[in-house]
Every structure is written in C-alpha cells, then in structure tokens.
C-alpha cells in the first residue's frame, strides 16, 4: 500500500471559463475567447465555443455533490475577471451571488477551494487597449486581485494568481496559437514581465488583506531533457529550462529574476522595459506555495541554425522526437511519469523546500465513447494506469522529503478545452454534449474514491 501525508489534498483542477458556460449572460462581458470564437469560429474544434462549455453555471448545486461522491476533498478552479468585473470597474452583484454560493456549497461537501485568478482569460476590454503588453494591464490585475479578496476573501483561504502564465506568453505571442495570435518576440518578453509583475503586485495586495491567507501561483513544469550531453544539447536544454521554469518560478519563490535568463535576454536585445520599484517589490513578494501543471516532459536539441539575435524560441532550443518515448495513443502526448519525481526534487533541492501541490495532471482522450460498456459507463483503465504511474514517483519524492500537499487532476468533469474544444476528454465524469449535459461518473471516478478514502493505493 503507497500511503500519502496526513491532510493530502486529493482533489482536480477546473478552470471557470472551461467549465461555467453563460459565457455572455448575467452580466459577464467578453474575454478574448468569447471575441476570438466570435470573429473565427474555425479555429475551434467543430466549431464548438465558449458559450457553454460543461454548463457548471446551472449545474454547480449537484456538481459539489458530485465532487464529494468521487472522494475530491480540493477543488482548484478560477473565477472569471470578465464576469466578476465586465467593464474592469463596476462589481456585477450576480458574479458575487454565483460564486459565494459555489464555494459555500463546495465546502458543504467538505471540498476545500482554492482559487486561482486568470486562467488565459483575458478581457476583451482590456486587450483593445493593448493587453499585457501595456503596464496598464498590471494596475487592473491589482484591483481585480483585490475586488475578488474582499468579495470571497472569508469563503476562500487559498488563492493562486496565475495559471500557466508562459501558456498565454507562448501561445500568444510566439506561435500564433491564441489571440492575438502574433509572432514576436520583443513583445513575448515584455508579456511576460507584465504578467510577472501583475503576480507580484497581486501578492502585495493579499498580504495586507488577508494576513491569515496563502497565496501562490500555478505554473507549467515541463522539465527539459536533452537529446545527448553534448554542449550544445545542454546548453540547449539548459535555455528551455530557464524560459520555460525559472522565468516565473524564481521571482516567484526566491524573490529574484533568474541571473542567466537575463544575461540571455541581454545577449539577445531582449531586455523588457521595467519600473525602478519592480525588483524591490519582487524581493518582497514572494509566495507561500507553488501549484505544478505536469502533462509530459520537452525533449529539446540545440538549434540547427540559429539567428542572433533570437527571433523565436526555435533559436535557443527546438524540440527532439525521443524515439524511445511512450505515448499516450489517445491524445499523441508523451507520457513520462519520472518527471514529476524529478520537479517534486527540484522543488526540494532549489527552491528551499516551499510547499507545493500537483495542480494538473491527466490523460487526454480522443473519442472516449468507444470505451463505453452497456451500463453507459466509461471503463477507463488507461486513466487509473496513468494516475498510478505519476502516483508512484510522486510517493518516491515524498518519501525523500518533497514537501507536497496534495495531488489534482485535470479533471473533475469533461471540459471545454480551448481550440480544441470537447475533442480530447480528460474528467472523472463524462459530459454527454448531446444529452442535455448529463455527468456520468467514469470507472476512474470511483477508483478515485477509493484512492481518497484510504489516501493511498495498493499496488
Ligand atoms: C492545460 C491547461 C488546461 C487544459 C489542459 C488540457 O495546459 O491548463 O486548461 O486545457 O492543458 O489540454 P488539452 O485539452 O489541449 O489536451
């Protein structure tokens, strides 16, 4: 039996626009998905939007219910800036009903929230005016911060800032993924300073709002493994690790930019414009504990050729097709359970310890309805193997002293995914898009349960 620490969170992750619906209705004005759907619906998966997604907002009530039936004793999920604050100012008194009334029935069934503030869901208001490329952008996060720890501040004690802040730098500004979908690197950089510091000043907020509160930020450790121990190669590995890790994780636990990052930067002309009180307010602000997104490892490879100064990311480091490498046959992710032990070490050996928490992991799976038995439940053995597997080295790290308090996995129910919309499912219940969106629990649902119940496994 692998038992886990006294207390351990075993819950799954949620984002609020992946799951809410009522995308434009009561109130909540458009994000840049709800713009960008609108403009384009081609982009996305079979045309399907954010307009819906899993309908929590009409669900929540039996959804709780839900959440406690399969064990979860933590929910990680955001509140939607457009809906808590449509016009960047004015508080929209049906946001504040909704969601007081969604954390309190959480924690009816014994579900602890923990609230994470901007998961890529910028506001369209905000974003014409030029979005996180502006320093406009950093003093709006601060009162949104602000207005959602005074509105929810007795309900919620745990709050994250962030989600995968180098999700929206990327897929935004370096390969066109999402909107405003341009490719530039100056801009990447001076993105991700904002955000940075938009993080930062939210801290400063909660520190004296909420004296008693935790606050952290969620962030995407994919830890890069080299091609081969040739300089290059490392070197290589070495640029991925610190665009892709250290960029928000230093500031964010030790209270300073990564040294060889901004050497890089420099070297590069890449250098973000600042504010002489940024580095005094990043020293003081620094987090409680740390939320880690892990999905499956970068393999990277020095660049065949290079520009210089950079251009793309393409010119520091470039993918490396492993060929060694498991995948996951139902979503063509690489599945490589050994680097959760290695993040949960490095959390240990090189950002002093802080507490931290898996935030995400999970199996993505395309056209899940074949798996389907006559009951109409989902017998996803493949979900349990791969919780076990990343439960394993999570259990390992543990046992030598990573200081982690739970696990979530993404994710409670089938969700909205962005682009690709409902194609890959991920969730402890299936949502039939086609009946009225009925939960079915999955067979990884009551295994789960289990899980929670004994707070381990049997092997
Ligand atoms: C993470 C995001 C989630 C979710 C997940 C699965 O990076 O934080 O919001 O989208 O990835 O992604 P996908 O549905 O593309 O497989």
């Known amino acids: 039996m692998k038992k886990f620490p006294e207390g351990f969170l075993w819950g799954s992750a949620l984002s609020g626009p992946q799951t809410e619906g009522y995308s434009l209705k009561e109130g909540k004005s458009a994000s840049t998905w709800d713009y960008w759907f609108k403009e384009n619906p081609e982009r996305f998966n079979e045309k399907q939007g954010p307009q819906i997604t899993s309908n929590l907002y009409e669900n929540y009530v039996e959804d709780c219910q839900r959440m406690k039936a399969i064990g979860l004793n933590s929910i990680r999920t955001s509140i939607q800036w457009t809906r808590l604050l449509p016009d960047g100012k004015t508080l ?55 207005t959602a720890f005074e509105c929810f501040g007795d309900l919620v004690q745990d709050w994250t800032t962030f989600n995968e802040p180098m999700v929206h730098v990327e897929c935004g500004y370096l390969q066109g993924f999402h909107y405003p979908a341009i490719v530039d690197i100056k801009k990447a950089v001076q993105v991700a300073y904002h955000t940075l510091m938009a993080h930062v000043k939210a801290v400063q907020t909660f520190r004296k709002l909420m004296p008693q509160g935790s606050i952290g930020i969620i962030l995407n450790v994919s830890p890069s493994y080299a091609r081969s121990q040739s300089a290059a190669d490392l070197k290589a590995k070495k640029a991925a690790d610190l665009v892709n890790i250290k960029s928000f994780l230093d500031p964010a636990v030790l209270g300073k930019h990564n040294s060889d990052l901004v050497e890089l930067l420099k070297n590069n002309q890449l250098l973000p414009e600042t504010l002489p009180e940024d580095e005094k307010d990043v020293a003081a602000n620094t987090v409680d504990f740390i939320g880690l997104n892990y999905y499956q490892p970068s393999r990277v490879q020095a660049p065949e050729k290079a520009s210089f100064p950079a251009k793309t990311l393409d010119d520091f480091y470039q993918p490396y097709d492993w060929p060694e490498k498991k995948i996951n046959p139902y979503r063509g992710w690489e599945i490589y359970p050994q680097a959760i032990y290695d993040v949960a070490m490095m959390m240990k050996k090189d950002y002093h310890n802080l507490p931290w928490f898996v935030s995400e992991n999970g199996m993505g799976v395309a056209d899940e309805e074949r798996f389907m038995d006559d009951s109409g439940m989902i017998q996803d053995d493949y979900r349990i193997e791969f919780m076990k597997e990343h439960l394993s080295y999570l259990h390992q790290a543990i046992e030598e002293g990573s200081n982690c308090f739970g696990y979530h996995t993404w994710t409670f129910i089938d969700c909205w995914s962005w682009l690709n919309g409902y194609r890959n499912r991920y969730g402890f219940y299936r949502v039939d898009l086609e009946e009225d969106y009925k939960r079915t629990v999955k067979k990884s649902g009551l295994w789960y349960k289990k899980l929670s119940e004994r707070n381990g496994y049997e092997e």
């Not at 008194?93 to 901007?118: C, H, S, W």
């Not at 910028?122 to 911060?145: I, N």
């Open 92 to 146: 929209n008194p049906q946001a504040v009903a909704f969601y007081r009334d969604y954390f309190t029935k959480m924690k009816e069934n014994g579900v602890k929230p923990i609230i994470n503030l901007f998961h890529f869901d910028m506001p369209m208001w905000l974003m014409d005016k030029g979005g996180w490329e502006t320093r406009e952008s950093v003093e709006a996060f601060r009162f949104y911060a602000q």
